[in-house]
């Protein structure tokens, strides 16, 4: 891999800005002093001298800084990814459960710290035939299935929704502040768009069966209820072929 290849054009030209203006800082330090002693000890050798250890050292600190700060932008890029992974399921490229567990629990916790409404909405998306996908096709047509399945309830969603991957065969939706009408709106977007979409693998369809329910709630809770109650609902008649999903609301405090 060659310099250009490892580093983007916007990371080289911003490595070489600084680093230039280091250089010349650095110059100009070198410059002022040698004027403050090329008064006080007026030799001119001593000022040749001089100047030829500032242009030294502009040849030795601009390459320093470049790659100082090119390995400051490798340092950077590399907490991001960490950053990135450490919160985000491999497959679907959503929450995983930890982040998505941490979300709704930091919603619910800052709206109760503000006194106003705690509510929202919890969905689970369960899978049924996830497992006679991966043991019929192999786990690389079920983690195909589970990207696309991702794919197509994040296109469901309101902007500012949550989606997740909370096990092997589930999606979980988090929907700040919604209503049982916002609820139900999603949940019909999710399952039609489920319905119209064509899945296949080795030239033979492939028929996807989910269960939606969900679980309401308007005051503090946490999040294991939350999601205990809507995978109860999703279990027990997510998997009726009707417009409206069941959800269940959770008493309020």
């Not at 891999?1 to 280091?22: D, E, H, P």
């Not at 040698?34 to 001593?46: E, K, S, Y």
């Not at 000022?47 to 700060?69: K, Y």
């Not at 490798?74 to 679907?92: F, G, P, W």
Request: charge should be neutral; glycine fraction near 8%; hydrophobic fraction near 45%.
């Amino acid at each position: 891999m060659n310099f250009s290849q490892r580093y983007s054009s916007a990371t080289i030209v911003s490595a070489l800005r600084i680093a230039t203006l280091g250089a010349v800082c650095y110059v100009a330090g070198s410059v002022g002093v040698l004027l403050i002693l090329n008064l006080l000890v007026p030799d001119r050798p001593f000022l040749v001298g001089f100047v030829g250890a500032g242009l030294i050292s502009l040849l030795v600190a601009f390459p320093l800084l470049l790659i100082l700060q090119l390995k400051v932008g490798d340092l950077k890029k590399l907490q991001e990814t960490i950053n990135y992974t450490a919160r985000h399921d491999a497959v679907t490229k959503t929450l995983n459960g930890t982040a998505f567990a941490a979300a709704v629990e930091h919603y619910i916790d800052r709206r109760k710290r503000i006194a106003t409404d705690a509510g929202g909405v919890m969905i689970a998306v369960v899978i049924d035939t996830l497992d006679d996908i991966s043991r019929r096709y192999g786990p690389q047509w079920a983690d195909t299935v589970m990207q696309s399945l991702a794919a197509i309830i994040q296109s469901s969603v309101r902007k500012g929704d949550l989606v997740a991957r909370l096990a092997t065969n589930e999606l979980g939706v988090f929907l700040p502040g919604a209503t049982i009408e916002n609820a139900q709106d999603v949940g019909t977007r999710i399952r039609r768009r489920v319905a119209e979409a064509s899945f296949s693998a080795e030239g033979s369809p492939m028929t996807i069966g989910i269960r939606l329910g969900g679980a309401v709630f308007e005051g503090p809770t946490d999040f294991t209820h939350i999601r205990q109650l809507a995978d109860e609902m999703a279990m027990e008649r997510g998997g009726e072929r009707e417009d409206a999903i069941p959800l269940s609301r959770l008493p309020a405090a």
